[in-house]
T-cell receptor, first 114, second 111 residues
């Protein structure tokens, strides 16, 4: 069965600093991996996805993530944080053998300090 | 707006009452998913449909929960005899391929 671990339930960075949100996955088959962002009282918005093509994936709002099979990781980065990046971020793995249902991590709340 | 919509956005009910939520997916999407999200947690899978067929249900979906997608378009999720532990955000998503598009969610509060 698939699972996702997000290291750090809260991350705080200064505006303009590097953002690094960590995600490790467990999967018995080659995974599809996703990062979603959630603003308060809203649904989830897809930031980027990995589906076995390029290992470095670029997403919206300047975010990117690198798939590292040897480390079973899919960390999310952004070179320079903006105040508008403050939100909760979820890493997810897709179980494509079972209808592509998503298995989510517990989430990381990103705080951006001015 | 052609995104996923959910109704209502908020529902407050008393313990023991029945509630029903509706999800309207993106029109050409054949798959529809329901997830539940409690405070401080990531969404958890409840069930999914391919067209009108309900293909999988999570163990989280007790007998008090039922979901339908009668014509392969909109879906409803009903909770009977609500309990305080049912308080959560209920998220709907739809897809055609491997990317799921989420609605804004229905926040349920059971008093």
């Amino acid at each position: 069965a698939q699972s996702v671990t997000q290291l750090g339930s809260h991350v705080s960075v200064s505006e303009g600093a590097l953002v690094l949100l960590r995600c490790n996955y467990s999967s018995s088959v080659p995974p599809y991996l996703f990062w979603y962002v959630q603003y308060p009282n809203q649904g989830l918005q897809l930031l980027l996805k990995y589906t076995s093509a390029a290992t470095l994936v670029k997403g919206i709002n300047g975010f990117e993530a690198e798939f590292k099979k040897s480390e079973t990781s899919f960390h999310l980065t952004k070179p320079s944080a903006h105040m508008s990046d403050a939100a909760e971020y979820f890493c997810a793995v897709s179980d494509y053998e079972y209808g592509n249902k998503l298995v989510f991590g517990a989430g990381t709340i990103l705080r951006v300090k001015s | 707006d052609t995104g996923v919509s959910q109704d209502p956005r908020h529902k407050i009910t008393k313990r023991g009452q029945n509630v029903t939520f509706r999800c309207d997916p993106i029109s050409e999407h054949n798959r529809l998913y329901w997830y539940r999200q409690t405070l401080g947690q990531g969404p958890e899978f409840l069930t999914y449909f391919q067209n009108e067929a309900q293909l999988e249900k999570s163990r989280l979906l007790s007998d008090r929960f039922s979901a339908e997608r009668p014509k392969g378009s909109f879906s409803t999720l009903e909770i009977q005899r609500t309990e305080q532990g049912d308080s959560a955000m209920y998220l709907c998503a739809s897809s055609l391929g491997n990317e799921q598009f989420f609605g804004p969610g229905t926040r349920l509060t059971v008093l």
